[in-house]
């Protein structure tokens, strides 16, 4: 069975797993766990209160597909903050597009107009873990329901982030003329350090290339597109994620990607280097495939120099 979920959150290509749980977004390990216990005993083909056995395989994919992972994913220190922090820029970037935001559902648009954003939420939340998984075929549309409940709670979460005036001004000293009272061996301010989505990027990235190093190019691409959704714009992360599609065969993905990381940084080396070999080669793909369908061109013989087709051509065929 397909569990595709197209609202909410899960529309901008994001698994929900606080939706699968129905816990809010700042829920704590502690009440993490004790929702999934109480799910898992729902869900479990051995203490399942469904009749039916289609019911008790329906309750036992959804516990194995989408409610153990997201367990697993909220429940680990690392995964669960790199997750909230993914959650956060969302929040942000989905303040600035809002005006393109759909919401189906009366509940998310009441939170929209709540004066007390914060009570109605939990409220609300709590309500539908009541009665979430009762009705195993209507599952995944109360999960999309809370999902656009996360959806709105970010958004406004961050909105009020964003409102919220700025720090009092510091004054500036103008250089080569000494503050008052200020003693001459003040140390001098320690110099910025990056970022926590910096840092955080950065993991992602050299996650990555050890990945790519080691011909490990599925896990690479997951990292990366993790990376990607923190950040759309890293156009280093664009150039990787090229590389991997580039050596997957996967011509189309690495152009995109090259793409993106040329418009983001003009002199990034990799994408300058292997967007116009891709070019070339998706160029000549359609006549490759016509070779043997024109009646000049009979005698003509697909390549069979053991190339590997288009990607070995791209990497220099057969070695000499």
């Known amino acids: 069975m397909s569990f595709k979920i197209d609202r909410g959150l899960f529309k901008y290509d994001f698994i929900d797993h606080h939706a699968v749980l129905c816990v809010p977004v700042d829920a704590d390990v502690k009440e993490i766990r004790k929702r999934y216990l109480q799910i898992a005993r729902r869900l ?17 994919e959804l516990l194995s597909k989408l409610v153990n992972p997201a367990y697993e994913k909220l429940s680990g220190d690392r995964t669960r903050a790199e997750y909230i922090l993914i959650l ?7 303040v600035q597009e809002s005006t393109s935001v759909t919401l189906n559902t009366d509940l998310a648009r009441q939170l929209v107009e709540a004066s007390n954003t914060e009570h109605f939420y939990k409220t609300a939340i709590a309500k ?4 979430q998984y009762d009705s195993l075929d ?23 982030a964003s409102a919220a005036p700025p720090p009092p001004a510091q004054p500036k000293v103008q250089s080569g003329t000494p503050q008052a009272n200020t003693p001459k061996d003040t140390p001098s301010a320690p110099a910025s350090t990056p970022s926590k989505e910096d840092s955080i990027i950065e993991q ?16 690479a691409k997951v990292e990366l597109q993790d990376a990607l959704k923190l950040e759309p714009k890293n156009s280093r ?10 050596k997957q065969n996967q011509l189309k993905m690495a152009k995109i990607h090259f793409d993106n990381a040329l418009k983001l940084d003009p002199n990034d080396q990799t994408a300058l280097q292997w967007k116009p070999k891709i070019d070339k080669a998706l160029g000549q793909q359609p006549n ?13 013989q697909p390549d069979k120099s053991g ?9 220099g065929g057969k070695k000499k």
């Open 44 to 60: 479990h083909p051995d203490s399942s209160f469904t009749e039916s056995a289609a019911q008790k395989q329906l309750g036992n």
């Open 88 to 94: 956060s820029q969302i929040g942000k970037r989905l």
């Open 128 to 131: 539908l873990a009541q009665t």
């Open 138 to 160: 209507q599952a995944l549309q109360v999960i999309a329901q809370i999902s656009e409940l996360n959806l709105v709670y970010l958004m406004r979460s961050a909105g009020k």
């Open 204 to 219: 992602y990235v050299r996650r990555a290339q050890s990945l790519i190093d080691k011909n490990q190019f599925a896990q």
């Open 237 to 246: 992360c664009h150039s990787l994620i090229g590389m991997v599609y580039l």
């Open 288 to 300: 490759d495939h016509k070779v043997t369908s024109s009646p000049n061109n009979r005698d003509k």
């Open 307 to 315: 190339s590997g087709g288009l990607f070995g051509g791209l990497f």
